[in-house]
């Protein structure tokens, strides 16, 4: 070992020079004892055979730390690793999520696209209002409403978009007609389906939808009047085609609104021209008979 020689080496010389300075010749008188030779420094050897035993170990274990490791083969197949997958999924199974076992809980997983062909395709039915529900009772009005505001921002000669969205915002209205927000909804309600009639002004439902939410304004800021003229416009229109079924609410609530505003001859007018154009229609003879007796 290099350690070992260059350790040895220099001890070597260390006992040498001891043993020359010892039989070196001195100005100082001989002792007793100077004409005994000199011992050579036994014990100072016997000291660095075991500091060098001790470097010998050390020497040895910085090479065993040193010495590479054996290559190890740390390739994994495609096999190891599905099975090493599999058994992870097996500990931690994935969680299972309940089918929807009502209505609300379908309809609040409808992904937003649905949501709104639901209610453009209802919006013509008696399922509307069924719908609406499930809005309200979900929380998903005001999403909906967003995306239709932005869908007829987007597509504004739409009359499908725009009516969705007129019916919409009305029953948003009538539901907070009487809040902090009535006036407000309510002259949204109006400016769309103002958007529609600019469109095509015989659009039997916008001008019914329009005359209806004009009829439910908040009393501090009642248009009965108005809500009377678009009924009048429509009464006129209805005249001049065939007699349709939904042309039945025309006469009945503009008699309503008549009656309601003490002009009840003008209310068995209305309702008397609308039973002899629809003679199966039970609520305008309900209506005339219980105002006549």
Do not use: C
């Not at 500990?91 to 379908?106: C, D, F, G, I, M």
């Not at 909906?144 to 869908?151: G, I, M, S």
């Not at 329009?210 to 416009?233: C, M, N, V």
């Amino acid at each position: 070992m290099s350690t070992k020689i260059s350790l040895l080496t220099i001890l070597g010389s260390i006992g040498a020079s001891l043993v020359v300075t010892s039989l070196a010749p001195s100005n100082h008188p001989p002792s007793a004892s100077a004409s005994l030779p000199v011992a050579p420094p036994t014990a100072l050897f016997e000291r660095a055979d075991a500091v060098d035993r001790r470097l010998r170990a050390i020497d040895v274990t910085r090479l065993s730390a040193a010495a590479p490791s054996p290559a190890r083969d740390l390739t994994v197949d495609d096999a190891e690793i599905a099975s090493a997958v599999a058994a992870w999924l097996a500990e931690h199974p994935a969680p299972v999520t309940p089918e929807p076992t009502t209505s609300e809980e379908l309809f609040a997983t409808l992904d937003l696209d649905t949501l709104i062909e639901t209610v453009l395709d209802e919006m013509n039915s008696d399922a509307f209002q069924e719908v609406w529900a499930w809005l309200n009772s979900t929380g998903r009005m005001e999403e909906v409403l967003a995306e239709l505001e932005r869908r007829a921002a987007d597509a504004p000669d739409d009359l499908r978009i725009l009516k969705g969205l007129g019916l919409v915002q009305f029953t948003h209205f009538f539901d907070e007609r009487n809040g902090p927000d009535g006036v407000l909804l309510g002259r949204q309600t109006d400016a769309t389906f103002d958007r529609i009639l600019a469109r095509d002004e015989n659009n039997w439902s916008a001008r019914f939808s329009k005359a209806l939410a004009l009829s439910y304004w908040p009393p501090a800021h009642a248009r009965t009047g108005e809500a009377i003229r678009q009924f009048e416009d429509l009464r006129r229109r209805q005249l001049g085609r065939d007699a349709r079924p939904e042309h039945v609410e025309t006469y009945l609530y503009l008699g309503n609104l008549y009656f309601q505003s003490g002009r009840k001859d003008k209310a068995l007018e209305v309702w008397r021209e609308g039973l002899g154009r629809h003679p199966d229609a039970q609520a305008l003879q309900h209506q005339i008979s219980s105002t006549e007796n």
